[in-house]
């Protein structure tokens, strides 16, 4: 197996899952902002024109988009992809950065709109949800655990030759 290439391979893989991983982020936050052509855009209220919804109404669209398993997972396993399986490429750090940005980015919003829905939904929702930002603060947790290891490494190798202290 060629090794150069088994890098390069997960370095691609691992862009790719953090991508998908923010393309669900802005898909969130697009519903929860109410802008034109989002998810939560207009909703048509009785006998009148279309209106804007009411921010709780657009929160409960954007919760499952920016606390979602999937928002948590594919940033994991792309930072443990890079990160922990043999000799990691040098997009390590900057994969691992993104990561940590798309999740805290999406916790925040998630956070906003579960605030924002309290109240306005059944009894057992707002618990649900509150487990969803639990698993999303572990994934959280695990990818700036990883980010803070990257930063204690030293950058570059030692010279050959140089004396240990």
């Given at each position: 197996?060629?090794?150069?290439?088994?890098?390069?391979?997960?370095?691609?893989?691992?862009?790719?899952?953090?991508?998908?991983?923010?393309?669900?982020?802005?898909?969130?936050?697009?519903?929860?902002?109410?802008?034109?052509?989002?998810?939560?855009?207009?909703?048509?209220?009785?006998?009148?024109?279309?209106?804007?919804?009411?921010?709780?109404?657009?929160?409960?669209?954007?919760?499952?988009?920016?606390?979602?398993?999937?928002?948590?997972?594919?940033?994991?396993?792309?930072?443990?992809?890079?990160?922990?399986?043999?000799?990691?490429?040098?997009?390590?750090?900057l994969i691992?950065?993104?990561?940590?940005?798309?999740?805290?980015?999406?916790?925040?919003?998630?956070?906003?709109?579960?605030?924002?829905?309290?109240?306005?939904?059944?009894?057992?929702?707002?618990?649900?949800?509150?487990?969803?930002?639990?698993?999303?603060?572990?994934?959280?947790?695990?990818?700036?655990?990883?980010?803070?290891?990257?930063?204690?490494?030293?950058?570059?190798?030692?010279?050959?030759?140089a004396r240990?202290?």
């Open positions: 197996m060629n090794s150069e290439e088994f890098r390069r391979a997960r370095e691609y893989a691992a862009w790719i899952l953090v991508a998908a991983a923010a393309v669900q982020v802005f898909l969130g936050a697009w519903a929860l902002s109410g802008l034109p052509g989002g998810p939560a855009a207009v909703f048509q209220s009785g006998f009148g024109q279309a209106t804007w919804p009411p921010f709780w109404m657009r929160a409960q669209v954007a919760f499952p988009e920016l606390v979602a398993f999937t928002v948590t997972a594919l940033p994991v396993v792309a930072v443990l992809l890079v990160a922990l399986v043999g000799r990691p490429p040098a997009a390590t750090r691992t950065q993104t990561a940590v940005i798309i999740q805290a980015v999406a916790l925040a919003l998630g956070l906003v709109a579960w605030v924002a829905a309290l109240g306005k939904t059944g009894r057992w929702l707002p618990v649900s949800w509150a487990v969803d930002i639990a698993v999303a603060v572990a994934g959280l947790i695990v990818t700036n655990a990883v980010l803070r290891s990257l930063r204690a490494e030293p950058q570059t190798r030692p010279r050959v030759g240990k202290r």
